[in-house]
């Protein structure tokens, strides 16, 4: 369906021949010269899949949660999105605003099975994709024929093969594509020029700008900078006043959506970890030590069933005023087995000593190489 075009029906000869030859190789090279990439992010995905099993709840609010007391919320149907509940939010308040709700426990090995359908649609129709997540993936249309037909065929596709639905964002860059595809869910199919991407979003808040968190727009804000058109107006000497220059050209050129990050086929991953969010807070050093040596099993074992080590050791400790703390040590040479990890994790936890309650406590690897050979380098800040 996306596949490059080859061949013509009829033969050409002679002075006819040369010139179609021509014409087809420098329309071809502006083709090519013109990238385009699209963003293809399915609507509400896990709630989706769960209807698609238990299709009496469509039309209800469903939300997708964990069952904890400090659970949140993976995903909201549209109908519940109305009542005001999104993703991250913490379960017990979605159960506040949408007590009618019929929630659910999220169930992720049936998740990937449908993500897996999907992602292979879509590698049949396109070459090069990177997939970002379950639910989403950036596609390389660059040089292809017709990307905005193909790219509502393969939607098509997916929903008659699947029952799902994807919004898409479509555009000269990852960034434009990204922020397109968001615009009009569910089933919405934006495409932007990146000045045409200014336009439309120049009064949105920076934050909408993948890349741009919290703390960075409130920084941009007691700067009176508010909107993606004044961030992408604002001078050198304004945005350094709390910026480094490298950051603040940085941002600039977020807000004037300029990205020339490639569509790579494959997702370096360069850390791995294992993390829990406790239903009460724990003070027992025993309790933590116990909590944190189960995870250092639970995560080496993946490590090792995958063939991967890394160097890097790293805890993650939330007390119980959310503040959130990480200790790293950095080996000689990279390691994967239990025997190893847990003694530099129980030292890291042992060394930060909380002295508060622990809400969160969690493990990690990074700077993870595969059998062989080391893995790429590390992810961008900006996870576009």
């Known amino acids: 369906m996306l596949r490059k075009r080859t061949g013509r029906s009829r033969p050409l000869e002679g002075a006819t021949l040369r010139t179609y030859v021509l014409s087809e190789a420098f329309a071809l090279i ?19 899949v769960e209807l698609r099993r238990r299709p009496e709840l469509r039309g209800k609010p469903v939300i997708v949660a964990g069952p904890g007391p400090r659970s949140v919320v993976t995903t909201a149907s549209y109908e519940a999105r109305r009542f005001g509940v999104g993703s991250a939010m913490p379960t017990s308040q979605a159960r506040r605003l949408c007590p009618q709700g019929v929630f659910l426990t999220p169930d992720f090995s049936y998740y990937r099975e449908a993500s897996a359908e999907v992602m292979e649609a879509v590698r049949r129709n396109v070459e090069i994709v990177e997939v970002v997540g379950l639910d989403e993936a950036y596609l390389d249309l660059t040089g292809l024929p017709a990307p905005k037909a193909g790219m509502r065929g393969l939607i098509k596709e997916i929903k008659q093969r699947t029952g799902l639905t994807a919004s898409v964002g479509m555009g000269p860059n990852k960034l434009v594509a990204k922020v397109a595809s968001d615009a009009e869910k569910p089933a919405g199919f934006v495409v932007l020029s990146r000045e045409q991407a ?25 700067l009176g900078v508010h909107t993606i058109s ?20 940085h941002l600039r050129a977020l807000a004037r959506f300029e990205h020339d990050g490639a569509v790579s086929e494959e997702r370096k991953v360069v850390s791995e970890s294992r993390e829990r969010t406790f239903d009460t807070d724990v003070s ?10 189960g995870q250092v099993l639970e995560l080496c074992s993946a490590l090792e069933r995958q063939g991967r080590q890394g160097r890097t050791i790293g805890i993650k400790v939330r007390l119980d005023d959310f503040s959130t703390h990480t200790r790293a040590k950095t080996l000689a040479i990279p390691v994967s087995g ?15 000593s909380p002295p508060r309650p622990v809400r969160l406590l969690g493990v990690r690897v990074a700077g993870l190489t595969g059998a062989d050979r080391e893995e790429g380098q590390q992810q961008l800040a900006l996870a576009i």
């Open 284 to 293: 027992d050093p025993d309790q933590l030590s116990r909590i944190l040596a």
């Open 338 to 352: 239990a025997a190893h990890v847990g003694p530099v994790a129980q030292q890291l936890l042992s060394a930060f």
């Open 230 to 249: 004044e961030l992408a107006a604002a001078s050198d000497e304004a945005l350094q006043t709390a910026f480094t220059a490298r950051t603040a050209g």
């Open 198 to 222: 200014c336009v439309r979003f120049a009064a949105a808040p920076c934050r909408l700008i993948p890349g741009i968190g919290g703390k960075t727009a409130e920084r941009l804000a007691v």
């Open 30 to 48: 502006r083709h090519m010269d013109e990238r385009c990439v699209a963003h293809m992010d399915m609507d509400a995905f896990y709630v989706s």
